[in-house]
């Protein structure tokens, strides 16, 4: 049982799309959570519970009223501009299950092709970058391991 949380400013049509495509995943969502952060037209759809901020307060304020107001056991964090794979939520609830994981995310495309991350680094001095952004896919970014830091562009 997953709710799916988007946090949103702006951009209706392009949440209304990520709202359909969760739709069509072959294991959708349980709920959808749409947070409008603000947005100058107010967000509204029957088809996902959306939560309001008066005024814009960030990605991670959204995340964290999405959370809050959360009614199952797991939660995915998704922008509303990905497009995931069709058995992104079966893959992922599977591992989840499997590893007992806290998290797992996927690997994040470019329109290129070329990835965009698989999870992210932190250096010493506190700085983050996603792991294989910018390189062609191969084996060294497909295979599971345990990860520390992920990007919340999509994540479970």
């Known amino acids: 049982m997953v709710t799916a949380i988007i946090p949103a400013f702006g951009k209706a049509d392009l949440t209304r799309q990520a709202i359909a495509r969760l739709r069509q995943q072959t294991h959708p969502p349980e709920e959808i959570l749409v947070v409008d952060d603000g947005s100058p037209t107010p967000f509204a759809t029957p088809d996902a519970r959306v939560l309001r901020h008066d005024t814009n307060r960030g990605f ?3 995340v964290n009223t999405g959370l ?3 009614r199952t056991p797991l939660v995915a964090i998704l ?3 990905v497009t995931l ?3 992104w939520f079966k893959r992922l609830t599977n591992t989840i299950a499997e590893q007992n994981a806290d998290f797992v995310c996927g690997k994040l495309y470019r329109p290129d092709g070329r ?3 698989t999870f992210d680094l932190l ?3 506190g ?3 996603r792991a294989g952004a910018g390189q062609v896919d191969g084996p060294l970014w497909s295979r599971p391991q345990a990860i520390s ?3 919340f562009t999509a994540v479970l």
């Open 123 to 125: 250096c010493r001095g």
């Open 79 to 81: 922008n509303n501009d």
């Open 68 to 70: 809050r107001a959360a």
């Open 85 to 87: 794979a069709a058995d």
């Open 149 to 151: 830091f992920v990007s």
């Open 60 to 62: 991670a304020a959204a």
């Open 127 to 129: 700085l983050a970058w």
């Open 115 to 117: 990835i965009d991350g």
